[in-house]
């Protein structure tokens, strides 16, 4: 079954500190890979994706996602975290035969402590 | 700003009744997901309408239906409301036959059941 795994709740990082929020995927076929943002009481913002070409992709507000088609991976991550960065994360994938539909991660809790 | 409005932003139903809940999508978009958020959860799919015809529905009973209109705006209504209904319901759009995949999301309907 087509999957996608956010396997932390939640990531405390102080700030200025370099952070990473993990998602890994299973489909079949080659993924389209995305990663939102949503702040409390708020819709989702998209934040950056990979369909294809180079591996590292820069997203909006100094974020970055690294594709790592061997190990199925989409890291989110951002060199000097901010405490605005604060927010549930969300990692979601659509592949060729989904009718482009997005299956989500359960989301991880980003809490920047000053 | 994405150009989805979505619309109540906030209301309060009993068990049993019905509601109905709006979203205007952004020009030229000609898909609609509509998602289920409960509080600490990650969206779930309900349906995807495209050129005015479901095309894909996750797990959801019956009693939620849509409708996607010409101007590609669309309503998610749901009968016999339960407890379990309430939570964020999300309105996303985007463009089929593109490759990017890319949904852009309105702020959300808080629904509550009491």
């Known amino acids: 079954a087509q999957s996608v795994a956010q396997p932390e709740d939640q990531v405390n990082v102080a700030e200025g500190n370099p952070l990473t929020v993990k998602c890994t995927y299973s489909v079949s076929g080659n993924p389209y890979l995305f990663w939102y943002v949503q702040y409390p009481n708020r819709g989702l913002q998209f934040l950056l994706k990979?369909?294809?070409?180079d591996n590292l992709v820069k997203g909006s507000y100094g974020f970055e996602a690294e594709f790592n088609k061997s190990q199925t991976s989409f890291h989110l991550k951002k060199p000097s975290a901010l405490v605005s960065d604060s927010a549930l994360y969300f990692c979601a994938v659509i592949w060729m035969d989904s009718n482009y539909q997005l299956i989500w991660g359960a989301g991880t809790k980003l809490i920047i402590k000053p | 700003e994405t150009g989805v409005t979505q619309s109540p932003t906030h209301l309060i139903k009993t068990r049993g009744q019905q509601v109905t809940l709006r979203c205007s999508s952004q020009?030229?978009?000609?898909?609609v997901s509509w998602y289920q958020q409960a509080l600490g959860q990650g969206p779930q799919f309900i349906f995807q309408y495209y050129r005015e015809e479901e095309n894909g529905r996750g797990n959801f009973p019956p009693r939620f239906s849509g409708l996607q209109f010409p101007n590609y705006s669309s309503e998610l209504n749901v009968n016999a409301l339960e407890l379990d209904d309430s939570a964020l319901y999300l309105c996303a759009t985007g463009i089929r036959g593109g490759p990017t995949g890319e949904l852009f999301f309105g702020e959300g309907s808080r629904l509550t059941v009491l």
């Open positions: 990979y369909i294809t070409g």
């Open positions: 020009s030229g978009h000609n898909t």
